[in-house]
């Protein structure tokens, strides 16, 4: 009888830590797939801070040249 206890447990054993291999492995894929998706979404905050600066730009510049046709007509009406 006690060998054969043996003889179930080393199947046993050996299937258990196939699978806790297995799981190491994903655990390991989950975090480095959250790490890429921390660093994707930090790109897209850094471009996004980039645009909004860009757009920004553009809207002070519009004003700017508004405001120096504004000048230009008055000083022509006068």
């Known amino acids: 009888m006690r060998g054969t206890s043996s003889r179930t447990f080393l199947p046993i054993a050996g299937a258990l830590a196939v699978a806790l291999l297995l799981s190491a492995c994903g655990l390991a894929e989950t975090a480095g797939t959250a790490a890429a998706t921390g660093a ?3 790109e ?3 471009q996004a801070r980039e645009i909004e600066a ?3 730009q553009q809207v ?3 004003q700017a040249e508004a405001k120096r046709l504004r000048d230009e007509a008055e ?3 006068n």
């Open 40 to 42: 994707s979404a930090a």
């Open 44 to 46: 897209q905050a850094r």
């Open 54 to 56: 860009e757009v920004e």
């Open 60 to 62: 002070l510049d519009a």
């Open 75 to 77: 000083a022509a009406a």
